[in-house]
T-cell receptor, first 107, second 114 residues
Framework: SQQGEEDPQALSIQEGENATMNCSYKTSINNLQWYRQNSGRGLVHLIL?????REKHSGRLRVTLDTSKKSSSLLITASRAADTASYFCAPSNKLTFGGGTRVLVKP | NAGVTQTPKFQVLKTGQSMTLQCAQDMNHEYMSWYRQDPGMGLRLIHYSVGAGITDQGEVPNGYNVSRSTTEDFPLRLLSAAPSQTSVYFC?????????????FGSGTRLTVV
């Protein structure tokens, strides 16, 4: 399976702090995507990183990819209460999801 | 507004009943898929389609049927509802299976089978 597994399962931080979550997968990929899901809503695409990229930025988001370790990380800098959500990674080709990381940003 | 539209938003079924969950997109996406989300289980792929007339099974296809007669629509049919099918169902679409620009998700259908 190309399902990504997110770690940790849950994360609680204060507003203004950084949040880091990791994703591991098992097979070769063409790209890896990160999604956010607010409570009771559909998933929203955040960022895609290709297998030949090592790092990518989008606003306050920073994604890294290490294909040799089959892992990726998502960093949210200067977190806000609105960042409270579940975050999922999706290794490419079949777009399957793990259980996600639930992030709580306390004001 | 361009996007993925799912109907209904909520549904309660009795065991053994059948129903169809509707999914429509107006972005001319070739790839469409259905997921179910259970608490603590993440999203599991039920069925997907890479274009009109082409469908394939995902991780958990049993008890569900799909068809893709047009590019825009990808309905999911529950043949004989069971309590184990109580879940939140999401439809997603993309230009391609690889999803170079990401996948667009609908807002979900919350299904309860009693």
């Amino acid at each position: 399976s190309q399902q990504g597994e997110e770690d940790p399962q849950a994360l609680s931080i204060q507003e203004g702090e950084n949040a880091t979550m990791n994703c591991s997968y098992k097979t070769s990929i063409n790209n890896l995507q990160w999604y956010r899901q607010n409570s009771g809503r559909g998933l929203v695409h955040l960022i895609l990183i290709r297998s030949n990229e090592r790092e990518k930025h989008s606003g306050r988001l920073r994604v890294t990819l290490d294909t040799s370790k089959k892992s990726s990380s998502l960093l949210i800098t200067a977190s806000r209460a609105a960042d409270t959500a579940s975050y999922f990674c999706a290794p490419s080709n079949k777009l399957t999801f793990g259980g996600g990381t639930r992030v709580l940003v306390k004001p | 507004n361009a996007g993925v539209t799912q109907t209904p938003k909520f549904q309660v079924l009795k065991t053994g009943q059948s129903m169809t969950l509707q999914c429509a997109q107006d972005m001319n996406h070739e790839y469409m898929s259905w997921y179910r989300q259970d608490p603590g289980m993440g999203l599991r792929l039920i069925h997907y389609s890479v274009g009109a007339g082409i469908t394939d099974q995902g991780e958990v296809p049993n008890g569900y049927n799909v068809s893709r007669s047009t590019t825009e629509d990808f309905p999911l049919r529950l043949l004989s509802a069971a309590p184990s099918q109580t879940s939140v169902y999401f439809c997603a679409s993309s230009y391609s299976r690889v999803g170079q620009n990401g996948y667009t998700f609908g807002s979900g259908t919350r299904l309860t089978v009693v």
